[in-house]
């Protein structure tokens, strides 16, 4: 049983910062990749950052130059860093994290939290 408890969240203006981060607790063997999915009301979710076992990150489009993503292996946790937000990243941030169960990957998913940004 893994869980994934995520903080940070919140309401900030345009043009501000806010930090996440999600730590994975319980029976952890291998976590490979971890990232960050976003859900904007009435639209899917979105990948917006993930990063390696190995710290290489990867960016959606929209958030590149913005966002920043990092991982913290000895602690189970990554971070995402974000600035200079904008309306339109408004939305629930899901954490992830891909663990290795035997020969198996298994994604696991966090509750969500709120990122509102607006004036």
């Known amino acids: 049983q893994v869980q994934l408890e995520e903080s940070g969240g919140g309401l900030v203006q345009p043009g501000g910062s806010l930090s996440l981060s999600c730590a994975a607790s319980?029976?952890?063997?291998?976590?490979?990749?971890m990232g960050w999915y976003r859900q904007a009301p009435g639209k899917q979710r979105e990948l917006a950052a993930d990063?390696?076992?190995?710290?290489?990150?990867n960016y959606a489009d929209s958030v590149k130059g913005r966002f920043t993503i990092s991982r913290d292996n000895a602690k189970n946790t990554v971070y995402l860093k974000m600035n200079s937000l904008k309306p339109e990243d408004t939305a629930v941030y899901y954490c992830?994290?891909?663990?290795?169960?035997?020969?198996?990957?298994?994604?696991?998913w966090g509750q969500g939290t709120q990122v509102t940004v607006s004036s």
């Open positions: 992830y994290a891909d663990l290795q169960v035997g020969t198996v990957e298994v994604a696991n």
């Open positions: 990063i390696t076992k190995d710290g290489i990150p």
């Open positions: 319980g029976t952890i063997f291998n976590i490979n990749a």
